[in-house]
């Protein structure tokens, strides 16, 4: 992650912003060389906020963490997956 100066970012704003957005470029933001903020792109914040919610979740973070492992698996050939469409099935 880059550091910027606040004086920096202040003349160089539209560059800055620019390259957060469209590059995902970070930046610390320093004042009298002491990092104070960061800017990251709306999209990261997003994201960022989605995955704190869902690993906020009990137990989330295991599951995910297992269906992981079962997926390397079945990339071996080692375990069959089930496709999503056979679990959700309607029996009628």
Same mark, same amino acid.
């Given at each position: 992650m880059d550091t910027v100066?606040?004086?920096?970012?202040?003349? *160089?704003l539209p560059s800055l912003i620019n390259q957060v957005? *469209?590059?995902?470029k970070r930046f610390i933001v320093t004042v009298s060389g002491q990092p104070k903020a960061v800017v990251i792109s709306l999209d990261e914040?997003?994201?960022?906020?989605?995955?704190?919610?869902?690993?906020?979740i009990p137990g989330a973070y295991k599951t995910i963490k297992k269906a992981l492992k079962e997926f390397e698996l079945a !990339? !071996?050939? !080692?375990? !069959?997956?089930?496709?999503a469409s056979k679990v959700f099935e309607k029996t009628t």
């Open positions: 100066a606040i004086s920096d970012l202040r003349a *160089n957005s *469209n590059q995902f914040l997003e994201s960022l906020e989605e995955t704190a919610e869902i690993l906020s !990339k !071996k050939g !080692k375990i !069959k997956l089930i496709p």
